[in-house]
């Protein structure tokens, strides 16, 4: 399998969805629209909706009835972005070699596009009750799982520990915590739901949430390391932005040999984690492996 | 029937369960669960909620049933005075007479707080599910709809058409399309989706819709009245706001007799909606009558 190719062509597949999820309508609030839309198509690798759908995949699913719950989760990641980015938050100015939201539109439209897109997240997600006919405690499950993702007890808490680790020396332990509410809750579940609504067993899901732990976390070691290691062209930002900003990362606590071993130990685990799932997890093994020799 | 004791009787209950649904407790991001409560707890009146227990009651419904959909409506309107009162939106230091969420802690928790109070709704509604067993596709619908009228469509639209009339001339139609899209919306998805729970009819539903679409407007225009008639000390704010910001408001547009005249209309046109529906439907007639005499 050509991973590649296949990123490509599920890229394509969620983008289109998003598109006709969140068109350009001109209506009275336009320019709200066009901010949400800015951010959501500024670039993004759609790592969670890929993930989503290929867990769907896994379970012997149709990837394409996952994709409400893909989208849904490419919305609430977007509208994190433009809410850490803020003045307030991380106060950046560029996001994927472009002007942050608030630096294009203004600080009150970026605001609102966050606020919208979160909305539009669960709006997308409760409309896609038809196509789940039948089977609309699934889609509740996911409703729950994917809020409790985002919320206070995740994605939202994570952001706040972030900003309270500021400046201050942080443990391996705290750093973990961060991590796994900042991005890990939500990576988590896009694996978990795109096996609930692809029709997994339970032992299956329960499979797949593990993986999305492990992989998680596999994430952000690579993703510290990349910051270390990586290149600014290829990167869409500059490297060695977190020691300028002495934010806590894996290399710098653990040192950079011992973070590219456990990066490797994680990813190892994650694979184990799919191997009774057979053939149809192939592309969360190469998605999974990619990650070690990632350059952006 | 006694209103007060009514409305007192029913905020009792509303804060019972939010309090239920957002507990205190200690956990690793407990700053902006303190956050979330701080501003939950500051003193609201509850319309939202105790609208939609009177929607379901109206059509033979439990009260108790459409508590957790009552209660999501008062996360949503909540997150949104947070956000609307940053220094990025309408810039407030008091709300209520007590300090605004990032005037009490900071902007970025309070940020984080509307965040998290906005996906907590969601969590409240899908998490109910067990609730509503055999009765999902009804949830779901009161999902879509809550979300819809938050949204960019709604609330979310009418905060940045508000943003964008500041400091300019705006007609009487566009006056009405910021206010149905920034208050109208939640406060007409309220009463239709306590019908929608409380097991109504479509006929009752749609009744009850209208009702709220009536109602929401004469809200708003005794508001603007209430700024430019009321007391501080009975408003916990001071009046004459509107006019210091040089905001648009009905008693303007229209002068003070013409906007007392029209909120009566609309009132009378909101209890015609509730004639079908009989003695269930005092507890709505006495809340829109209210409309015409508070002060607060």
Same mark, same amino acid.
């Given at each position: 399998m050509d991973l590649k190719a296949y990123l490509a062509e599920r890229r394509g597949l969620v983008n289109r969805a998003l598109e006709a999820y969140l068109p350009q309508v001109r209506g009275p609030a336009f320019r709200v629209v066009q901010a949400?839309?800015?951010? !959501?198509?500024? =670039?993004g690798k759609r790592l969670r909706p890929i993930l989503c759908l290929a867990a769907a995949e896994a379970v012997g699913g &149709?990837?394409?009835?996952?994709?409400?719950?893909?989208? @849904?989760?490419?919305?609430? +990641?977007?509208?994190?972005?433009? +809410? %850490? #980015?803020?003045?307030?938050? %991380? &106060? %950046? &100015?560029?996001?994927?070699?472009?002007?942050?939201?608030?630096?294009?539109?203004?600080?009150?439209?970026?605001?609102?596009?966050?606020?919208?897109? !979160?909305?539009?997240? $669960?709006?997308?997600?409760a409309a896609a009750s038809s196509r789940y006919e039948g089977?609309?405690?699934?889609?509740?499950?996911?409703? %729950?799982?994917?809020? @409790? @993702?985002?919320?206070y007890e995740g994605m939202v808490g994570g952001q706040m520990l972030d900003l309270l680790a500021e400046g201050r020396k942080v443990t391996l332990r705290e *750093?973990?915590?961060?991590?796994? *509410?900042?991005?890990?809750?939500?990576?988590t579940a896009a694996l978990r739901c795109?096996? *609930?609504?692809?029709?997994?067993?339970?032992?299956?899901?329960?499979?797949?949430?593990?993986?999305?732990?492990?992989?998680?976390?596999? $994430?952000?070691?690579? &993703?510290?390391?990349? #910051?270390?290691? =990586?290149?600014? @062209?290829?990167?869409?930002?500059?490297? =060695?932005? #977190?020691?300028?900003?002495?934010?806590?990362?894996?290399?710098? !606590?653990? =040192?950079?040999e011992a973070a590219k071993e456990w990066a490797k130990r994680l990813v190892e685990a994650a694979l184990a984690e799919l191997e009774p799932l057979g053939e149809k997890a192939e592309p969360l093994a190469q998605i999974a492996r990619y990650l070690l020799v990632r350059r952006s």
């Amino acid at each position: 399998m050509d991973l590649k190719a296949y990123l490509a062509e599920r890229r394509g597949l969620v983008n289109r969805a998003l598109e006709a999820y969140l068109p350009q309508v001109r209506g009275p609030a336009f320019r709200v629209v066009q901010a949400m839309h800015y951010s !959501l198509f500024a =670039g993004g690798k759609r790592l969670r909706p890929i993930l989503c759908l290929a867990a769907a995949e896994a379970v012997g699913g &149709d990837p394409n009835e996952a994709l409400p719950v893909a989208c @849904a989760l490419e919305l609430i +990641h977007t509208y994190s972005l433009i +809410h %850490d #980015d803020l003045p307030a938050m %991380d &106060d %950046d &100015d560029l996001r994927r070699g472009q002007p942050t939201c608030h630096k294009q539109f203004d600080e009150a439209t970026a605001i609102l596009a966050g606020d919208g897109l !979160l909305t539009e997240a $669960f709006r997308t997600l409760a409309a896609a009750s038809s196509r789940y006919e039948g089977r609309e405690a699934a889609l509740l499950e996911v409703i %729950d799982l994917i809020a @409790a @993702a985002a919320g206070y007890e995740g994605m939202v808490g994570g952001q706040m520990l972030d900003l309270l680790a500021e400046g201050r020396k942080v443990t391996l332990r705290e *750093l973990e915590t961060i991590h796994r *509410l900042k991005t890990g809750a939500l990576l988590t579940a896009a694996l978990r739901c795109g096996a *609930l609504i692809g029709g997994g067993t339970r032992a299956q899901v329960a499979l797949l949430t593990s993986y999305g732990e492990k992989f998680g976390l596999a $994430f952000q070691v690579t &993703d510290d390391l990349l #910051d270390v290691e =990586g290149e600014a @062209a290829e990167m869409g930002k500059a490297p =060695g932005m #977190d020691e300028k900003r002495q934010k806590a990362t894996y290399p710098a !606590l653990l =040192g950079l040999e011992a973070a590219k071993e456990w990066a490797k130990r994680l990813v190892e685990a994650a694979l184990a984690e799919l191997e009774p799932l057979g053939e149809k997890a192939e592309p969360l093994a190469q998605i999974a492996r990619y990650l070690l020799v990632r350059r952006s």
